[in-house]
Structure formats: C-alpha cells, structure tokens
C-alpha cells in the first residue's frame, strides 16, 4: 500500500513537472503565427486547452493549470500595456502554454525587466487565494494548486534568457546569463529532460547574441558612416551635374558617372575577403566584408535610383521646354496637345537623398539602442535586484507550502 502511495505521489510530481515544461514551451516565438485568430483567440483557445488538459489530468487539474497560466500572462500584458509596447492577444495553445506576442521590443532592459517581472508578480497573486481555500477547508487539491502556481512562476524566475528570469537580471548584468546556464547543466546530466534542453540552448542563443552585441554594434556604427558619405557624394554630384544640366551631351556625362560607379563596384568586389569568417578571430575580416557590401549596394542603388532616373527627368524637362518655347512662337495655333509627364529632376535628388537619409537614422537608432540598452543606474540596479531575490523568496516558501500538503494528503491526491 505504500508502494503505491508512493508512485502515486510521483505520478503527480511529475504532472507538475510536465506542466512547468508546458508553460516554457509557451514562450517559443514560433506560436505567434496563431495571433492571428482574431479578438476572440485568447478565449477560443483557452476553452480549447482547458479541454486538451482534461482528457489527460481531469477537468480540475486543467481548469487550475489554464487560470495560472492567464493570470501570469495578463502580468505580462498589463505591463506591456503601461509601457506603451504593442501587444498581441494571449494565446494559449494546448500542451505548449500561453503566450502575449510584443510587436515590438522594450526600449530598454529596465522596461523589459519591468515586463518580465509583471509575470511571476501576477502568477504570485493568482494562488493566494487556494491558499485561503486550503486554510478554510482543508481541501488538498488546493495546495496542489498552490504548488503548481509557486512552482511553475519560481522556474521561471531562473536567471536564464528566454525565461522572464533572464530578462529581469539583464538589467543587473547579463554575465548572469552564463551563470544560469553553467548551473544548468550538471542538471541536465542528473535529470535529462527535452524541456530543459530545449530552454538551455535558447539560453546559449541569447547569451551569445549578446557575447557579440560589440561587434554587431560596430558593424552598424560602419554602415551610419557609409550612408552619411553617400549623402555627400550625391550632393557633390548634383552640384556637378548642375553645371552640365544646359549642355547637349549631358546624357554622355551622366553615363561617365554610371560608369565611373561601376568600376568603382568591379574594384570593390575584389576586395572582399574570402576564407574562413570565425567570430572573434576574424571580426576585422568580416567587418571589412560588410562594410564592402554595403557600399556595393549604395553604389548599385545609386545608379538604379539616382543617376538613370535623374539623366530621364532633365531630358524630359528639355522636351517640355522646347514644347513650351515652340507653343510660345506660334500662340495663334489651337492645335490640341498634351504637356510631357516628369521634367522634374530635383524631386529624384531629394527622393534619393530622403531614402539614405532613412537608412541612416535607422542605423543611428540602432547604435543609439544597442549602446544604451543595457545601462541602467546603481539605484535601479539595487531595487531590481531586491525585488527579485524577494519574489524568488517567496514563491519559495509558498513552494515548500504546496508540497508539504501534498505529502500529508499523498493518498487522497493519488486518487
């Protein structure tokens, strides 16, 4: 009878295992191709999971596992909500968990630790109550409840990115990253699970995406200085072309400039270094790469956008001229015709120019963002630290809470 009480016990362990490895599954950025069901998906697809789970774990178990999973994302989506940040609907997707989609990031790791915290702080609250219920009636179900709710936010509070734990500790330092993940893996070893290998190679994508943040950063600082000169060079040449504009072979001096770019893309070209590209050991070789690369695209733009389209525009502002000049000499005549399209070359230079401008103040915010998203005060540092040790405390307690119920109650919970 003991034997059977105790696999019974370890049967619902593992339930609450399987169900902390239901909820990681949720945060996988490939289920965001279902918040396209509409208004309606986040109640759809909760009646929908409530049942999945109720075939396999009753309808109590389900019912319980699907509200801690709400409450925890709506901590998400309220956040999100106060810091301004497009969201989409929650979507709970049987056996794989619950997920608010961001249409777009934090504007910093304060923000994003604020939106991952909302989580846990949420999933915290939505248990309280089963612990009431449990002291009012004595109920064990709801210290199950309890456990489940203390266990499934604790896990993911560990300092591991893409778990909301990761996500807040990276405003106190993301080496923090590689701490979790380094403690990840002897437990890997003692209890393999596909869950936690699948969260641990997230985790090394994350950190390594971060690893090369410097050099990324100065990729991006490359190609702001390359569009800034390309904004120079177009300047200079539409004072040059300005004083050919009048004379009857412009479009000659125009080709001479596409040309001049494509022996300039030729000479380029071959300068592009071949061979391995390791990250770290050759960052100056695929730095340079880039920077080759990129100005192979300008130059192609350039000639495609820019120099043709300029050299058809001032041609066709000559034939409205002579059409004009013409009309004015023989005003007597009412013969019908129609003025020629375009003849407007200075909206080309000034669409050209508004084009890298573009690009440019995209490659200035991103070097903005990348140079300060990580920096927050000593002040926010020491608050976010506490407030994370202390949530971590106590859904702890409330942790070892749950399971103490269910030890006194093992026989009845196997049931």
């Not at 999945?52 to 998400?76: D, I, S």
């Amino acid at each position: 009878m003991a034997e059977r009480a105790e696999k019974k016990s370890q049967s619902k362990f593992l339930t609450v295992l399987a169900a902390i490895g239901v909820f990681i599954l949720g945060k996988l950025k490939w289920v965001f191709g279902l918040l396209k069901l509409g208004k309606f998906a986040t109640l759809i697809s909760m009646f929908l999971s409530v049942g999945a789970y109720a075939v396999f774990y009753g309808w109590k178990f389900a019912v319980a596992l699907v509200y801690l999973l709400f409450v925890h994302e709506m901590g998400h989506l309220v956040a999100m909500k106060r810091k301004g940040i497009p969201t989409s609907p929650a979507i709970f997707i049987p056996f794989m968990g619950a997920v608010v989609g961001m249409k777009e990031m934090p504007k910093n790791a304060k923000d994003e630790a604020f939106v991952a915290y909302a989580g846990p702080l949420f999933g915290l609250l939505s248990f309280l109550p089963a612990v009431y219920l449990y002291e009012t009636q004595g109920s064990p179900f709801w210290g199950l409840v309890v456990f489940l709710g203390a266990m499934l936010n604790l896990f993911n509070l560990f300092p591991v990115s893409p778990l909301d734990g990761g996500r807040i500790v990276g405003v106190l330092s993301t080496k923090l990253w590689l701490i979790g993940l380094i403690c990840m893996i002897p437990y890997m070893f003692i209890s393999p699970d596909p869950i936690i290998f699948l969260i641990f190679l997230f985790g090394i994508a994350t950190w390594w995406r971060r690893v090369r943040e410097d050099y990324v950063l100065q990729e991006s600082s490359q190609a702001l200085e390359i569009c800034r000169r390309e904004e120079e060079k177009i300047h200079s040449l539409v004072e040059d072309m300005s004083e050919y504009r009048e004379l009857p072979n412009f479009p000659y001096i125009v080709d001479t400039f596409i040309d001049e770019g494509r022996v300039q893309q030729q000479r380029l070209m071959r300068q592009i270094p071949t061979g391995r590209n390791i990250p770290f050991f050759h960052d100056k070789k695929r730095l340079k790469k880039a920077a080759l690369l990129t100005e192979l695209e300008l130059l192609a733009k350039r000639e495609k956008w820019f120099l043709l389209i300029y050299k058809e525009e001032v041609m066709k502002a000559r034939e409205k001229a002579r059409i004009l000049a013409e009309r004015s000499l023989h005003p007597e005549e009412e013969t019908h015709w129609e003025e020629p399209e375009g003849g407007r070359p200075e909206i080309v230079v000034e669409a050209y120019l508004s084009a890298v401008r573009e690009e440019a103040d995209k490659q200035q915010e991103e070097v903005e963002r990348r140079k300060n998203y990580y920096v927050a005060n000593m002040k926010t540092k020491v608050i976010v630290l506490i407030l994370y040790l202390a949530l971590a405390g106590v859904l702890s307690y409330f942790a070892v809470y749950g399971h103490t119920i269910m030890e006194v109650h093992r026989e009845l919970l196997g049931r």
